[in-house]
């Protein structure tokens, strides 16, 4: 099997929001004694090099810059393919009397290198292959519109591929989410800090191919302003040794825990199957599910190595829990009087704890919301379900991912792992880590039921919930990305069994 190694992993391990950023550049500037322009002419350099060396074959690049410095770095990059020897057509967009001073000398530098500019009048006369987008930078804070939503579309339009400088005109820095309408870029070349925004919600849709540059600021700076948040993947965090150690060959099996999973009301029976099997093959030393009745059979045809048990009431279900070390508790378990009872239990437990799917769309409810301090607790919300627990919309939680993360985990004192593109895991006290494994092909049931089944098993090897959830989710996704290489579409949630056992060991 191919080490899982994803498409952002050689990305830094820092995020920062777009304030922060600016924050760094100031420190460089005021701090590390660089002009503003020696930074400014460093990035136009950064970005033109990944420029030839993805499109070593163009002679020609058509470039967009706006008035601030996002658009400065345009114009050192524009007299740089002049000097190159390349053909430039340069469009300029938005008010060019608003340029600050180091932008300002940019754009003498270019014009002296032969660049003759032309305000963009919505119509791109360009035959190339190469578009530079320069337009908009981290400020933004509002919808594109007007001569920037129309200069956006009409390189979307185009037949070019779009190098975006620092990140895609239109996407908010932060959030990930796009701001009335973005640019669809090749590739990303970010400067200084890694945005968060890049990695979540919309950013990786419209970016492309990610690239690095420090600008050669002083390591020493990054010391000064702790990150936003945290880049992890499988790659990551087994690098770090964040991951299970190996086992000493006196083991038994009583040293790797007992998760109960709970769930699969009538007809969803096989929600609760996924998560057993998958507690199972991320190494819990004994796998218990309690279920309707009517699906203990199939669960042991299909998995024997669960003790399934047919329970109809509560009281059926506190003889299993004295006997488990980790509950999963949500797989399946619909939102009936049954579910209901099963819940009422587990919440008044001590056991360490994963919540997903209809537990949580319960605990979202009048009369059971409570806070899980002082026990090991991880949700496992997509967004519909954290709506529901925060009492807003989808939208809104997707508008901010992090913030929507952050809330949840210290509302509920408990690990919250925000699933979707670029999954979040949030801790009580504020931190937030963000993975950049995953894929599209993971859009299909029962991989939230898998989850759930990972991470009872980390818990039940004696992993903490955050260390759990950090590992879990890329695990998972990691698991993910190996078993699409054959396509995503038709990804199931069950291929993903075996690659767990694989990566976990």
Same mark, same amino acid.
């Given at each position: 099997?191919?080490?899982?190694?994803?498409?952002?992993?050689?990305?830094?391990?820092?995020?920062?929001?777009?304030?922060?950023?600016?924050?760094?550049?100031?420190?460089?500037?005021?701090?590390?004694?660089?002009?503003?322009?020696?930074?400014?002419?460093?990035?136009?350099?950064?970005?033109?090099?990944?420029?030839?060396?993805?499109?070593?074959?163009?002679?020609?690049?058509?470039?967009?810059?706006?008035?601030?410095?996002?658009?400065?770095?345009?114009?050192?990059?524009?007299?740089?393919?002049?000097?190159?020897?390349?053909?430039?057509?340069?469009?300029?967009?938005?008010?060019?009397?608003?340029?600050?001073?180091?932008?300002?000398?940019?754009?003498?530098?270019?014009?002296?290198?032969?660049?003759?500019?032309?305000?963009?009048?919505?119509?791109?006369?360009?035959?190339?292959?190469?578009?530079?987008?320069?337009?908009?930078?981290?400020?933004?804070?509002?919808?594109?519109?007007?001569?920037?939503?129309?200069?956006?579309?009409?390189?979307?339009?185009?037949?070019?591929?779009?190098?975006?400088?620092?990140?895609?005109?239109?996407?908010?820095?932060?959030?990930?989410?796009?701001?009335?309408?973005?640019?669809?870029?090749?590739?990303?070349?970010?400067?200084?800090?890694?945005? +968060?925004?890049? *990695?979540?919600? #919309?950013? $990786?849709? !419209?970016?492309?191919?990610? =690239?690095?540059?420090? @600008? /050669?600021?002083?390591?020493?700076?990054?010391?000064?302003?702790?990150?936003?948040?945290?880049?992890?993947?499988?790659?990551?965090?087994?690098?770090?040794?964040?991951?299970?150690?190996?086992?000493?060959?006196?083991?038994?099996?009583?040293?790797?825990?007992?998760?109960?999973?709970?769930?699969?009301?009538?007809?969803?029976?096989?929600?609760?199957?996924?998560?057993?099997?998958?507690?199972?093959?991320?190494?819990?030393?004994?796998?218990?599910?309690?279920?309707?009745?009517?699906?203990?059979?199939?669960?042991?045809?299909?998995?024997?190595?669960?003790?399934?048990?047919?329970?109809?009431?509560?009281?059926?279900?506190?003889?299993?829990?004295?006997?488990?070390?980790?509950?999963?508790?949500?797989?399946?378990?619909?939102?009936?009087?049954?579910?209901?009872?099963?819940? +009422?239990?587990? *919440?008044?437990? #001590?056991? $360490?704890? !994963?919540?997903?799917?209809? =537990?949580?769309?319960? @605990? /979202?409810?009048?009369?059971?919301?409570?806070?899980?301090?002082?026990?090991?607790?991880?949700?496992?919300?997509?967004?519909?379900?954290?709506?529901?627990?925060?009492?807003?919309?989808?939208?809104?939680?997707?508008?901010?991912?992090?913030?929507?993360?952050?809330?949840?985990?210290?509302?509920?004192?408990?690990?919250?792992?925000?699933?979707?593109?670029?999954?979040?895991?949030?801790?009580?006290?504020?931190?937030?880590?963000?993975?950049?494994?995953?894929?599209?092909?993971?859009?299909?049931?029962?991989?939230?039921?898998?989850?759930?089944?990972?991470?009872?098993?980390?818990?039940?090897?004696?992993?903490?919930?955050?260390?759990?959830?950090?590992?879990?989710?890329?695990?998972?996704?990691?698991?993910?990305?190996?078993?699409?290489?054959?396509?995503?579409?038709?990804?199931?949630?069950?291929?993903?069994?075996?690659?767990?056992?694989?990566?976990?060991?």
């Amino acid at each position: 099997m191919n080490r899982p190694y994803s498409a952002r992993d050689h990305l830094p391990g820092e995020l920062y929001t777009a304030a922060q950023v600016r924050e760094l550049d100031r420190l460089a500037i005021d701090g590390a004694g660089i002009d503003g322009f020696e930074l400014m002419s460093r990035a136009g350099e950064a970005a033109f090099a990944c420029l030839l060396e993805r499109w070593p074959e163009e002679e020609q690049v058509c470039v967009f810059a706006g008035p601030g410095n996002n658009g400065g770095d345009a114009w050192v990059l524009a007299a740089l393919a002049c000097y190159h020897g390349m053909q430039v057509q340069f469009y300029t967009v938005g008010d060019m009397s608003r340029q600050s001073e180091t932008a300002v000398q940019a754009r003498r530098m270019a014009e002296q290198a032969g660049v003759q500019a032309q305000a963009f009048r919505g119509e791109l006369d360009y035959d190339g292959h190469i578009i530079v987008d320069g337009l908009l930078g981290t400020g933004l804070n509002a919808e594109v519109r007007g001569d920037f939503a129309t200069a956006i579309a009409a390189m979307n339009q185009h037949r070019a591929d779009v190098l975006a400088l620092d990140l895609p005109s239109g996407l908010n820095a932060d959030t990930g989410v796009v701001m009335g309408c973005a640019l669809q870029a090749a590739m990303t070349v970010t400067f200084i800090g890694m945005k +968060q925004g890049l *990695l979540t919600a #919309s950013g $990786p849709d !419209v970016c492309g191919e990610i =690239a690095f540059a420090s @600008l /050669a600021v002083d390591p020493l700076l990054y010391t000064r302003l702790p990150p936003a948040a945290e880049r992890i993947s499988w790659d990551r965090l087994d690098r770090l040794g964040q991951r299970l150690p190996a086992r000493h060959g006196n083991a038994h099996k009583g040293d790797f825990g007992h998760v109960l999973v709970i769930g699969g009301d009538t007809g969803m029976g096989g929600a609760a199957a996924m998560a057993a099997e998958a507690a199972g093959r991320c190494g819990a030393g004994l796998v218990s599910c309690a279920t309707r009745t009517e699906h203990v059979l199939p669960l042991l045809v299909r998995r024997p190595e669960v003790m399934v048990r047919g329970v109809e009431s509560g009281l059926e279900l506190q003889p299993l829990l004295t006997r488990a070390s980790v509950l999963a508790a949500g797989p399946g378990l619909g939102q009936s009087s049954w579910s209901e009872l099963l819940l +009422q239990q587990v *919440l008044g437990s #001590s056991l $360490p704890l !994963v919540l997903d799917a209809d =537990a949580l769309n319960m @605990l /979202a409810s009048p009369g059971w919301q409570c806070d899980f301090s002082g026990r090991d607790v991880i949700l496992t919300p997509h967004p519909g379900e954290a709506a529901r627990l925060l009492g807003c919309s989808t939208a809104q939680v997707q508008a901010d991912r992090f913030a929507a993360a952050r809330t949840l985990a210290e509302r509920y004192q408990a690990v919250v792992v925000l699933k979707g593109q670029g999954s979040l895991i949030a801790l009580p006290q504020g931190e937030v880590s963000l993975c950049t494994d995953g894929n599209p092909g993971m859009s299909s049931g029962g991989m939230g039921d898998v989850l759930s089944g990972v991470l009872a098993a980390l818990l039940a090897q004696g992993m903490s919930a955050a260390a759990a959830a950090r590992y879990g989710i890329c695990l998972h996704s990691a698991a993910a990305d190996l078993a699409a290489q054959r396509g995503q579409r038709g990804l199931l949630a069950t291929d993903l069994m075996m690659v767990l056992r694989e990566l976990i060991n």
